[in-house]
């Protein structure tokens, strides 16, 4: 596909909360990350406000297991409190996500260079990313590394279908839909021989809203061109 990437992503520990059980302070994951999760770790490898970043796929690799644990978050009025957490352990996907640029900036269009944002991006996955990798939650550190999707025995390739029930898909921001309010996206997604297709955030047809949002403001004077930041990064490599 145009403009793609695959990778595989990885950690001890994975935190995808259900909202339905953070009412009561405690924290179960869901089985399978979320598409907003995985667009995350997408933009933690690399992310311009030019670009919306769409996943496409993603394979389960290892078992689905499950680790409880007992925490002390800290409380809104202060001090620590007593909460049981949930976690996916031991996890291992792989991901293919590709981008386009977003219809909702014509602002800036000055940073639409497609072949340097691809070149950028590759180098990014190489490295390991640009920020750091978290599988849902802070405290789950995770590593992402290029990879053929497909390749190599997962899991779950002979298991025909898995419903996974009701999930969050994502959330809309005014940035990538052009309106302003802020939404959350609803979808009941099934894993097939271990991968899960996504449907595009518009495709979703259970839309909730959740509050009035502004766009945020990008320009020429807070948005580094694909052309110099590709330069830098292309000395930087040339002098190590």
């Not at 869901?30 to 598409?35: A, D, K």
């Not at 933009?43 to 644990?69: A, F, G, H, Q």
């Not at 269009?109 to 750091?132: P, Q, T, Y």
């Not at 004077?221 to 694909?226: C, G, H, R």
């Amino acid at each position: 596909m145009r403009n793609s990437i695959e990778f595989e992503v990885y950690g001890k520990y994975a935190l995808f909360t259900d909202p339905l059980t953070k009412m009561g302070g405690e924290k179960l994951s869901y089985q399978v990350p979320t598409y907003q999760a995985l667009k995350g770790i997408v933009e933690s490898i690399y992310w311009k406000p030019t670009l919306l970043m769409i996943v496409d796929d993603l394979r389960v690799m290892n078992p689905i297991r499950m680790e409880s644990k007992g925490v002390r978050p800290i409380e809104y009025g202060g001090g620590n409190t007593l909460a049981n957490y949930t976690y996916l352990r031991d996890v291992r996907y792989q991901v293919r996500a590709h981008f386009i640029f977003n219809p909702h900036r014509p602002d800036l269009a000055f940073d639409r260079d497609e072949n340097k944002h691809h070149n950028i991006l590759k180098r990014s996955l190489k490295a390991g990313g640009r920020r750091d990798i978290f599988l849902g939650a802070r405290e789950c550190q995770a590593y992402v590394e290029p990879c053929v999707f497909g390749e190599g025995g997962g899991y779950y390739d002979h298991v025909d279908e898995v419903y996974l029930g009701t999930m969050v898909h994502g959330i809309n921001y005014p940035d990538e839909t052009g309106s302003k309010e802020m939404e959350v996206r609803l979808w009941n997604p099934v894993m097939k021989n271990g991968v899960i297709h996504f449907i595009r955030p518009d495709e979703c047809k259970l839309v909730r809203k959740i509050s009035e949002m502004d766009m945020k403001i990008f320009n020429e004077n807070n948005v580094e061109p694909a052309d110099k930041l590709l330069e830098q990064l292309e000395k930087e490599g040339g002098s190590r």
